[in-house]
């Protein structure tokens, strides 16, 4: 065989795993080698299966089998990315591989203490995605909680519907939390969902009943070039979120007790979650782009004041020429910062047409402030907040749409962008095989 012949071998469907292969005891056999990678050399399969695994030596041989025989018939690889150092789960992974002639299939990488920076089950995933040469990746616990049964339903919603993301729900009819341990986790798991589905509630994020699924399967492609940097243990936000899915569905499945081991949850991993939120949130560009544009608003207005309390003190107090130097200057001010900050990312906004832009929000402003003191009785300090608010929104809405989109497309020429994806709406009742 050539190697070019071997390169283009087939992904190998896996075939039946024997019901319950039983580990052999840890000091039966030679210690392989910690790590061992499928061969590289077959065409990729259609799914890689991504399993972090700590500390799951008793559970983890009937788990793989299980999992072998849900994928029966389907080109696939199992990434193992594990980061025990008290039970041999790596071992007994390496074992079996050996004896049941996984070399095509199975890759186990284990990390011992110091091997990375940061040993989580988070980073192990983002590993494990790397690893992965499939067209979809799925990734689900290895510690027999998320069923493996459930991958091909996972897989046969993505083909049907197109989605680039399927996320496995505890919270769909026919789902279930019930192996959650306790009311309190539960309660956790049902308002950590509702913060994230709060929180990008501007992405099809806010369509999903489990958001925060540790069960989920995506195209690989979605996630090609994106820096995932996961903050604690929920990588299905990260990929959503940073891989800008546009098109999630789900499918329930029941989320099972453990059946061994314990759980590595703690309440820090909980809180963790509410900063990964965070932190994906001020990533999100449009997010991003308000704050900026909300504070070099402020700060023009600080050198619009700032103009007109010099020129007062220089003597120059009448209101007409000062006050229209004053707010030039201001224009000028966040027309600059708003280049360098807020539309960076668009580059050619013209400075004329932001000028009429601001003029236009100004008068707006004006007008609104005029309406709600005279006709409407407000008190000044209230009419003069409403008519900012409403003239700011003036000027970001056209801005964003004129002086830093169209316009500013136009005049930079066009850019280089990837094929849309299709934008119909995200299918998410209930999908089934
Ligand atoms: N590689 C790796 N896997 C981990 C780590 N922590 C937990 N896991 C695995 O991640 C999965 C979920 O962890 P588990 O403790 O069951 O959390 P729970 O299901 O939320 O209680 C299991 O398969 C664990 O073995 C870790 O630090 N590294
Ligand atoms: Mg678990």
Same mark, same amino acid.
């Given at each position: 065989?050539?190697?070019?012949?071997?390169?283009?071998?087939?992904?190998?469907?896996?075939?039946?795993?024997?019901?319950?292969?039983?580990?052999?005891?840890? !000091?039966?056999?030679?210690?392989?080698?910690?790590?061992?990678?499928?061969?590289?050399?077959?065409?990729?399969?259609?799914?890689?299966?991504?399993?972090?695994?700590?500390?799951?030596?008793?559970?983890?041989?009937?788990?793989?089998?299980?999992?072998?025989?849900?994928?029966?018939?389907?080109?696939?690889?199992?990434?193992?990315?594990?980061?025990? !150092?008290?039970?041999?789960?790596? /071992?007994?992974?390496?074992?079996?591989?050996?004896?049941?002639?996984?070399?095509?299939?199975?890759? =186990?990488? *284990?990390?011992?203490?110091?091997?990375?920076?940061?040993?989580?089950?988070?980073?192990?995933?983002?590993? #494990?995605?790397?690893?992965?040469?499939?067209?979809?990746?799925? =990734?689900?616990? #290895?510690?027999?909680?998320?069923?493996?049964?459930?991958?091909?339903?996972?897989? $046969?919603?993505?083909?049907?519907?197109? $989605?680039? @993301?399927?996320?496995?729900?505890?919270?769909?009819?026919?789902?279930?939390?019930?192996?959650?341990?306790?009311?309190?986790?539960?309660?956790?798991?049902?308002?950590?969902?509702?913060?994230?589905? $709060?929180?990008? $509630?501007?992405?099809?994020?806010?369509?999903?009943?489990?958001?925060?699924?540790?069960?989920?399967?995506?195209?690989?492609?979605?996630?090609?070039?994106?820096?995932?940097?996961?903050?604690?243990?929920?990588?299905?936000?990260?990929? &959503?979120?940073? /891989?800008?899915?546009?098109?999630?569905?789900?499918?329930?499945?029941?989320?099972?007790?453990?059946? /061994?081991?314990?759980?590595?949850?703690? =309440?820090?991993?909980?809180?963790?979650?509410?900063? *990964?939120?965070?932190?994906?949130?001020?990533?999100?560009?449009?997010?991003?782009? /308000?704050?900026?544009?909300?504070?070099?608003?402020?700060?023009?207005?600080?050198?619009?004041?700032?103009?007109?309390?010099?020129?007062?003190?220089?003597?120059?107090?009448?209101?007409?020429?000062?006050?229209?130097?004053?707010?030039?200057?201001? +224009?000028?001010?966040?027309? *600059? &910062? *708003?280049?360098?900050?807020?539309?960076?990312?668009?580059?050619?906004?013209?400075?004329?047409? @932001?000028?009429?832009?601001?003029?236009?929000?100004?008068?707006?402003?004006?007008? =609104?402030?005029?309406?709600?003191?005279?006709?409407?009785?407000?008190?000044?300090?209230?009419?003069?907040?409403?008519? +900012?608010? +409403?003239?700011?929104?003036?000027?970001?809405?056209?801005?964003?749409?004129?002086?830093?989109?169209?316009?500013?497309?136009?005049?930079?020429?066009?850019?280089?962008?990837?094929?849309?994806?299709?934008?119909?709406?995200?299918?998410?009742?209930?999908?089934?095989?």
């Amino acid at each position: 065989m050539t190697p070019s012949t071997l390169l283009e071998r087939p992904a190998p469907a896996v075939r039946a795993a024997p019901a319950d292969p039983v580990p052999p005891a840890a !000091d039966a056999l030679p210690t392989p080698p910690r790590t061992a990678a499928a061969a590289r050399t077959s065409a990729p399969p259609l799914v890689s299966v991504v399993l972090p695994t700590r500390h799951e030596a008793d559970t983890i041989g009937g788990f793989l089998a299980r999992t072998l025989r849900a994928l029966e018939g389907i080109p696939a690889e199992v990434v193992v990315v594990d980061d025990s !150092d008290r039970d041999d789960t790596p /071992g007994v992974l390496l074992r079996l591989r050996e004896e049941l002639g996984l070399e095509d299939v199975l890759v =186990v990488r *284990h990390r011992p203490a110091g091997s990375v920076p940061e040993r989580t089950l988070g980073t192990a995933v983002v590993e #494990g995605i790397r690893a992965a040469r499939g067209e979809y990746v799925c =990734v689900l616990d #290895g510690d027999g909680q998320h069923p493996p049964e459930a991958i091909p339903a996972l897989l $046969a919603a993505a083909r049907r519907t197109g $989605a680039d @993301y399927v996320g496995a729900s505890r919270y769909l009819p026919g789902g279930s939390a019930a192996g959650l341990d306790g009311p309190l986790r539960k309660a956790v798991s049902r308002g950590l969902g509702l913060v994230a589905r $709060a929180a990008f $509630a501007g992405t099809p994020v806010r369509r999903l009943t489990d958001p925060l699924s540790g069960f989920f399967l995506f195209r690989r492609d979605l996630v090609a070039g994106v820096d995932l940097r996961p903050v604690g243990w929920k990588i299905s936000l990260e990929v &959503l979120v940073r /891989g800008g899915a546009r098109r999630p569905a789900e499918v329930p499945y029941a989320f099972a007790p453990r059946a /061994g081991g314990d759980s590595k949850a703690t =309440v820090a991993q909980g809180l963790l979650v509410l900063r *990964h939120v965070l932190t994906l949130l001020l990533g999100l560009a449009g997010v991003r782009r /308000g704050l900026c544009f909300g504070a070099v608003g402020a700060s023009g207005v600080a050198v619009n004041t700032g103009t007109l309390l010099a020129l007062a003190a220089l003597g120059f107090d009448g209101l007409s020429w000062p006050l229209w130097l004053a707010s030039e200057l201001a +224009i000028l001010w966040n027309y *600059h &910062l *708003h280049r360098r900050f807020t539309w960076r990312d668009r580059p050619g906004g013209s400075w004329w047409a @932001y000028h009429l832009v601001a003029g236009l929000a100004a008068l707006v402003a004006i007008a =609104v402030t005029t309406g709600l003191a005279q006709p409407a009785h407000a008190p000044l300090w209230l009419a003069s907040l409403g008519g +900012i608010a +409403i003239g700011a929104a003036v000027n970001f809405v056209l801005s964003d749409a004129v002086v830093f989109g169209r316009l500013a497309r136009r005049r930079a020429g066009p850019t280089p962008q990837p094929a849309p994806a299709a934008a119909s709406e995200p299918e998410l009742a209930g999908l089934t095989a």
